[in-house]
């Protein structure tokens, strides 16, 4: 079983729909998890971290579930620019590597 | 400059030959890490460096890869008898101190080896 795992889509949608991603993760002394949003042929950079509560950035709204070991990603409204890979992140300290990255869900949002 | 930077942004070799790929961290981050990543994956984590030292090496996948960071700043990845499969981009990210704090990407290095 792969250490984080994604959907890699990709996920096709409309402008103004709402779409969630989720993940998974297998090692269950992780501690920090994240979102990145990859650009085509661009580097990684930070969309928000994913705190056990669940936390909210304007459209965005990222959960963590430590039982299920599950994170997701809900972006309501889609915008055209947010068309990008999303890339789940696990940071676990006691890991053969501490950040640990999905392969990213891709996201296409359409006119 | 204010981000990570990365020489070359392109590189293109023949087989078995050497190459370096510098990172410049953003000034006064403490933490350099290298990835690898190839098409439709994420970055697979190579090696993270915290001041000088290699703090961990466990991501690199073979003898022919080595890193350095010589004066805790700047940091060369460095790949020797290249092989066809080494073709991937490589990411360099920074942060200020422990690893699990949010990491600044730089454009990456695109090798390709012919």
């Known amino acids: 079983r792969k250490e984080v795992e994604q959907d890699p889509g990709p996920f096709n949608v409309p402008e103004g729909a709402t779409v969630a991603f989720n993940c998974t993760y297998s090692?269950?002394?992780?501690?920090?998890f994240f979102w990145y949003r990859q650009d085509c042929r661009k580097e990684p950079k930070l969309l928000m971290s994913?705190?056990?509560s669940g936390n909210e950035d304007g459209r965005f709204t990222a959960q963590l579930n430590r039982a299920s070991q599950y994170i997701s990603l809900l972006i309501r409204d889609s915008k055209l620019s947010d068309s990008a890979t999303y890339l789940c992140?696990?940071?676990?300290?006691?890991?053969?590597?501490?950040?640990?990255f999905g392969k990213g869900t891709r996201l296409s949002v359409i006119a | 400059g204010a981000g990570v930077s990365q020489t070359p942004s392109n590189k293109v070799t023949e087989k078995g030959k050497y190459v370096e790929l510098r990172c410049d961290p953003i000034?006064?981050?403490?933490?350099l890490y290298w990835y690898r990543q190839s098409l439709g994956q994420g970055p697979e984590f190579l090696i993270y460096?915290?001041?000088?030292?290699?703090?961990?090496d466990s991501g690199l996948p073979n003898d022919r890869f080595f890193a350095v960071r010589p004066e805790g700043s700047v940091s060369t990845l460095k790949i020797q008898r290249t092989e066809r499969g080494d073709s991937a981009v490589y990411l360099c990210?920074?942060?200020?101190?422990?690893?699990?704090?949010?990491?600044?990407f730089g454009p990456g290095t695109r090798l390709t080896v012919l």
């Open positions: 990210a920074s942060s200020l101190s422990r690893s699990d704090n949010e990491q600044f």
């Open positions: 090692n269950s002394a992780s501690q920090s």
């Open positions: 994913v705190y056990s």
């Open positions: 992140v696990v940071f676990c300290p006691s890991g053969n590597t501490p950040l640990v």
């Open positions: 000034s006064g981050h403490t933490a």
């Open positions: 460096f915290q001041g000088t030292g290699a703090a961990d």
